[in-house]
T-cell receptor, first 108, second 115 residues
């Protein structure tokens, strides 16, 4: 079957660092995506991975290990506007499968 | 702004009715995808069209249907509506037919409420 697991909720303080983990078990793998979604709004693209490794984009970094079926999204210097859901999604053969997302709340 | 547009933004209707949701992809994109997001649930893939043809299908109910027109806009038709169909419906588009590296960009969504 297809399974993508993320923590349901996380909280952190403004200026802190938070790591959001994603583990997956899918019958195929054609890449892993991270999206950010503010409540009631459209998901917006953050990163895409097809090879193992770490990538940094400003305050956001993401990592993939295909052999472990594991990815994480690292958010540094948290800001209030980072309060949102973070969706991990795996492209499996012919469709994008989303996890239920991690709701991050950033407190002052 | 992703460049994907969806209308209407909100839709309120009654059980048993039929509605049509509309999506226009980003300029140059050939694929359109439809997703359903219910309260506290993840995005559920419904169906994909590529250049007018059905490309991939997810857990789309038989009461739901979609099509992509020659100008590449797409419509999602929902019929015999039930209370459980209340959800956010997102459309996404991508440049190619999907797969590795073909990033999907999402529209603002249509919030459907079935009373």
């Amino acid at each position: 079957g297809q399974n993508i697991d993320q923590p349901t909720e996380m909280t952190a303080t403004e200026g802190a660092i938070v790591q959001i983990n994603c583990t997956y078990q899918t019958s195929g793998f054609n890449g892993l995506f991270w999206y950010q979604q503010h409540a009631g709004e459209a998901p917006t693209f953050l990163s895409y991975y097809v090879l193992d490794g770490l990538e940094e984009k400003g305050r956001f970094s993401s990592f993939l290990s295909r052999s472990k079926g594991y990815s994480y999204l690292l958010l540094k210097e948290l800001q209030m506007k980072d309060s949102a859901s973070y969706l991990c999604a795996v492209y499996n053969t012919d469709k994008l499968i989303f996890g239920t997302g991690t709701r991050l709340q950033v407190f002052p | 702004d992703s460049g994907v547009t969806q209308t209407p933004k909100h839709l309120i209707t009654a059980t048993g009715q039929r509605v049509t949701l509309r999506c226009s992809p980003r300029s140059g994109d050939l694929s359109v995808y439809w997703y359903q997001q219910s309260l506290d649930q993840g995005l559920q893939f419904l169906i994909q069209y590529y250049n007018g043809e059905e490309r991939a299908k997810g857990n789309i109910l038989e009461r739901f249907s979609a099509q992509q027109f020659p100008d590449l806009h797409s419509e999602l038709n929902l019929s015999s509506l039930e209370l459980g169909d209340s959800a956010l419906y997102f459309c996404a588009s991508s440049a190619q037919s999907g797969g590795a590296g073909d990033t999907q960009y999402f529209g603002p969504g249509t919030r459907l409420t079935v009373l």
